[in-house]
C-alpha cells in the first residue's frame, strides 16, 4: 500500500502569523486543516541568528493551536531561547502533518529531526533537548520512508537548514548523535551504567571505576555520546533522579579528531559553554586542572585505551586512568584493549586483567557483544577477525548482505575504484588508508619533496593533513574530521586520523610491516615508521619491554574495521599478496 506524502506549511514567527495559523487563513484545503488541527503535528521554529546560521527548536504536540499559545505566552516570559525567537525578525516555522502521524510516530519523527538538525552545519543551537526514541508500535516501518519524504520537502524550502541526506548521515557528528535509536544492548547498558553511578553517588562512593568493553564497531561511541547526554537531562533542576540531579559531568577524550567532534556535538546542545569550557576535554588537560582534594561526579572517558600508562609530555603521572580515578566519583571507561596503539597506552596483560575482574567482581563491567558498524554476514566479520585475531587467512565466504570486500594487485586500481566510490552519492565517503610503514614528521618538511609520501613502486599519495587548503577550505574545514574533508580523497589515511570513525568503503594498504611466512601473517617492526609502536616499553623496575608485536596487530585491527559496506586490501608483501588473492578466488588451502 503506498505511504501518502506529509504536507508541510510555513509561517514566519511573529503573533500575527501565528494568529493567522490558527484562524485557518494559512490552511484553505479542509483535509489539510483535519491533518494539522485535528491530528498529531511535528513543528520546527527556526531562527537564522547569523548569515547561514541558524537556532532551532524541534517539537510535537496533540494540539498545534494550544502549543503555539503556550510558546507565546509563557515560554517566552520564562526561557531566554523563546524570548529570543518571539523577538527575531527572521524567525520562521514549519508545521509537518501526515495521514499516519500518531503519538509514537511524531515523537520518532522528533527525535530523528533533533538528530538531523544536530549533525547540520549551518545549525548552531537545537534548543529543546530531550531524547523521545520509541519502541515497537503500529506504524514503526513507515517511519524511515515518512521522514525521507518530510526532509525532501523541507529542503526545497531551505537548502542550508536542510541539506541532502546523504550529507549528513555521513558525517562524524551524525555518527556520534546522542539521539541514536539505540540497540537493546546499547539501551539495557546506559540503563545499568545510571544505575550503578546513582547508587555510587547515593552511597557517597568515591573512585568508582565502571568499564564498557567492546570490539571496533560494537556501539561504544554511540552509547557514551547517549550516557554523557542523559546524564546532563538528570543532572536539570527538574529531574526525577534526585541523586543525579546537580551534578556535574565531564566527557573526555585523548584524541584529537573525537575531540573535535564530541565539542560540536556539547556545544550544539548547550552543554559546553563559556561557562563550561571544560566538559569536553582532553584528559592531560582535566588531570592538570582539578584536584584530588576537590572530585568531581562523574568522568566518562571515551576511547579509554587511549589514555596514558606512562609519563609524557605535559603529564607528569604514571598512569592517566588512576589519576582520574581519584578526582573523581566515578569514573566510566570504554575501551578496546585491541586499539591501544602506542608504548604510551600499553597496560601490563596483569594489571589490565586486575583492573577488569573488580570491576567485574563489584558488577561494574558491561561488554558489548554485537558487531554494529560493518554490514557484512558473520561469516565475513569472522574471516576479517580471523586474519587478525588468528593471523590467518582463510577463504573469502560469499557475502549475502552483499559486503564488498576485494583483494587488489596494484596500489593504483584499488586508488582509482575508492575515487569511484567517493564520487558516488550513494557510496558516501571513502578513503585510502595505509599502516604506518612510510616516514612522515608532523609539523616538518622533508628535505627533497613537498610531502611525506605512501610510495609503492612509481604510485605515491601523500600522508594525511599535509595538503594546502585555501582559506575558504580551512573555515569549512575546521570543525570536520579528516575523512569529512574534500581534499582527503587524495590522501592516505592513518590510525591517527581514522581511529574511532568509519567509513563506507576503505582501501586499505597493508604495507611491509605485515608479512605471510609459513600460512601464518607475522609483524616485522624494522619495515614499521611508527615509533610508537615500535620502540621499546619502559617499565617501574628499568627493564625495557618489546610490545611491538601487539601494538601493530593492533594498527592493522583498527584499519581493517573501518569499512561500513566495503574493504579493499592490497598488500605490498608480495606472499601476503599473493595468498589473499588465492583467498579472495577461494583457492586457499591451508
Known amino acids: 500500500m503506498e505511504i501518502p506524502k506529509p504536507i508541510i506549511y510555513e ?3 511573529t503573533n500575527d502569523d501565528l494568529s493567522n495559523l490558527k484562524t485557518t487563513e494559512k490552511i484553505k484545503s479542509k483535509k489539510d486543516q483535519k491533518l494539522i488541527f485535528n491530528y498529531p503535528t511535528v513543528y520546527i521554529v527556526n531562527d537564522e541568528v547569523d548569515s547561514s546560521k541558524y537556532s532551532v527548536y524541534v517539537g510535537e504536540t496533540t494540539d498545534i493551536k494550544r502549543r503555539t499559545s503556550e510558546h507565546l505566552s509563557n515560554d517566552s516570559k520564562t526561557r531566554e531561547d523563546w ?26 519523527i522528533e527525535n530523528r529531526l533533533m538528530q538531523y538538525l544536530s549533525s547540520v552545519e549551518a545549525v548552531v543551537s537545537v534548543n529543546n533537548r530531550r531524547t523521545n526514541p520509541q519502541n515497537d508500535y503500529y506504524t514503526v516501518e513507515e517511519l524511515g520512508t515518512v521522514f525521507s519524504e518530510i526532509w525532501r520537502k523541507l529542503q526545497k524550502k531551505n537548502k542550508e537548514l536542510f541539506p541532502l541526506e546523504r550529507i549528513i548521515r555521513d558525517s562524524a557528528i551524525f555518527k556520534a548523535s546522542p539521539f541514536h535509536k539505540l540497540t537493546r544492548e546499547q539501551m539495557t547498558a546506559r540503563e545499568d551504567i545510571i544505575i550503578k553511578v546513582t547508587e555510587a553517588l547515593n552511597r557517597g562512593k568515591e573512585g568508582q571505576l565502571i568499564i564498557v568493553e567492546g570490539e571496533a564497531g560494537s556501539g561504544k561511541t554511540v552509547l557514551m555520546s547517549s550516557l554523557f547526554y542523559e546524564l546532563n537531562q538528570l543532572a536539570e533542576k527538574n529531574s526525577e533522579n534526585i541523586v543525579i540531579q546537580g551534578t556535574k559531568q565531564y566527557l573526555l577524550v585523548n584524541h584529537d579528531q573525537q575531540l573535535k567532534v564530541y565539542e560540536q556535538i556539547a556545544s550544539k546542545l548547550g552543554i559546553l559553554s563559556k561557562r563550561n569550557p571544560d566538559i569536553v576535554s582532553k584528559p592531560t588537560r582535566f588531570i592538570n586542572k582539578h584536584s584530588e582534594d576537590e572530585k568531581v561526579d562523574i568522568v566518562i572517558v571515551d ?4 589514555l596514558w600508562t606512562q609519563g609524557k609530555q605535559s603529564y607528569r603521572g604514571k598512569n592517566q586512568l588512576d589519576d582520574l580515578l581519584k578526582r573523581a566519583k566515578v569514573v566510566v571507561a570504554v575501551l578496546d584493549r585491541n586499539q591501544i596503539l602506542s608504548r604510551e ?3 601490563d596483560e596483569i594489571e589490565m586483567r586486575n583492573k577488569i575482574h573488580e570491576a567485574a567482581y563489584k558488577k561494574n563491567y558491561i561488554y558489548l557483544e554485537n558487531q554494529l558498524r560493518i554490514n557484512a554476514d558473520e561469516e565475513t566479520i569472522s574471516w576479517i577477525r580471523g586474519l587478525i585475531d588468528n593471523r590467518r587467512i582463510e577463504n573469502i565466504p560469499v557475502d549475502s548482505k552483499k559486503y564488498d570486500l576485494r583483494i587488489f594487485d596494484d596500489p593504483d586500481t584499488m586508488y582509482t575504484k575508492i575515487r569511484e566510490r567517493s564520487k558516488n552519492e550513494e557510496s558516501g565517503i571513502s578513503r585510502i588508508l ?3 610503514d612510510w616516514e612522515y614528521v608532523d609539523k616538518r ?10 610510495k609503492i613502486g612509481d604510485w605515491k599519495l601523500p600522508w594525511n593533513l599535509q595538503l594546502p587548503q585555501s582559506k575558504k577550505e580551512k573555515r569549512i574545514n575546521r570543525n570536520r574530521a579528516w575523512a569529512e574533508q574534500a581534499q582527503t580523497i587524495n590522501e592516505v589515511g592513518s590510525t591517527f586520523t581514522i581511529q574511532g570513525f568509519d567509513l563506507n568503503y576503505a582501501g586499505v594498504i597493508i604495507g611491509p610491516s605485515v608479512k605471510y611466512r609459513n600460512g601464518k601473517i607475522v609483524f616485522d617492526k624494522n619495515e614499521s615508521k611508527n615509533k610508537k609502536a615500535i620502540q621499546m616499553r619502559g617499565t617501574e623496575n ?8 601487539f601494538l601493530l596487530k593492533n594498527e592493522l585491527n583498527v584499519l581493517l574495521t573501518r569499512g561500513v ?4 586490501i592490497y598488500a605490498v608483501d608480495e606472499e601476503l599478496r599473493e595468498a589473499l588473492k588465492k583467498a579472495g578466488k577461494g583457492k586457499l588451502e591451508n
Do not use: C
Not at 525567537?85 to 511524531?106: Q, W, Y
Open 565 to 568: 559496506n566495503g574493504l579493499y
Open 83 to 108: 524570548k529570543a525567537l518571539l523577538k527575531s525578525e527572521r524567525a520562521k516555522m514549519f508545521v509537518i502533518g501526515h495521514e499516519h502521524f500518531n503519538k509514537s510516530l511524531t515523537l520518532d
Open 542 to 549: 628499568g627493564e625495557k619491554l618489546d610490545v611491538s608485536d
Open 434 to 436: 595505509a599502516t604506518f
Open 345 to 347: 597506552q600499553y597496560w
Open 445 to 454: 618538511k622533508p628535505e627533497n619533496e613537498d610531502y611525506w609520501y605512501v
Open 11 to 13: 509561517v514566519d514567527y
Open 303 to 306: 576511547e579509554a585505551h587511549l
